[in-house]
Nanobody
Framework: VQLQASGGGLVQAGGSLRLSCAAS????????MGWFRQAPGKERRFVAA????????YYADSVKGRFAISRDNAKNTVYLQMNSLKPEDTAVYYC?????????????????WGQGTQVTVSS
C-alpha cells in the first residue's frame, strides 16, 4: 500500500485547509485511515480517523468541532477539512492506515505512512 498526502500550506489563524490522502495498492474494506501530526521535537499524535467500510469517525479532543474527516471510496482518498485553524495546529500531517480489529488510535498501530505534508498556521 502507498499513501500520498497533500494539501498542506501556510494559512493565517482562523483560516481553513483541506488535506488529501490518496491510497493505492489494495482494497481497504477492513481498514481505517488516520491522520496524525507531528510538531518539531514532539511525538506523532492522533488527529482523526475514519473506517473505510461504514464511515465511523474518531477525533482528538483538540480538533473536535473544527476538523472533519471524510472519504471518497471511489477515489480511495481520505480528506481532512481543517477549519478555524490555530497556531498550535502547526505540524507535519501524516496519513496512515491500520486494521479495524482491536481498534485504538495509537500511532504504533498504524502503518504505510505517507510522506507528510506541512501545515503552518500564522498568528
Amino acid at each position: 500500500v502507498q499513501l500520498q498526502a497533500s494539501g498542506g500550506g501556510l494559512v493565517q489563524a482562523g483560516g481553513s485547509l483541506r488535506l488529501s490522502c490518496a491510497a493505492s495498492g489494495r482494497t481497504f474494506s477492513s481498514y481505517a485511515m488516520g491522520w496524525f501530526r507531528q510538531a518539531p521535537g514532539k511525538e506523532r499524535r492522533f488527529v482523526a480517523a475514519i473506517i473505510w467500510s461504514d464511515g465511523r469517525t474518531y477525533y482528538a479532543d483538540s480538533v473536535k468541532g473544527r476538523f472533519a474527516i471524510s472519504r471518497d471510496n471511489a477515489k480511495n482518498t481520505v480528506y481532512l477539512q481543517m477549519n478555524s485553524l490555530k497556531p498550535e495546529d502547526t505540524a507535519v500531517y501524516y496519513c496512515g492506515m491500520r486494521p479495524v480489529a482491536n481498534w485504538n488510535t495509537a500511532s504504533s498501530g498504524f502503518g504505510s505512512w505517507g510522506q507528510g505534508t506541512q501545515v503552518t498556521v500564522s498568528s
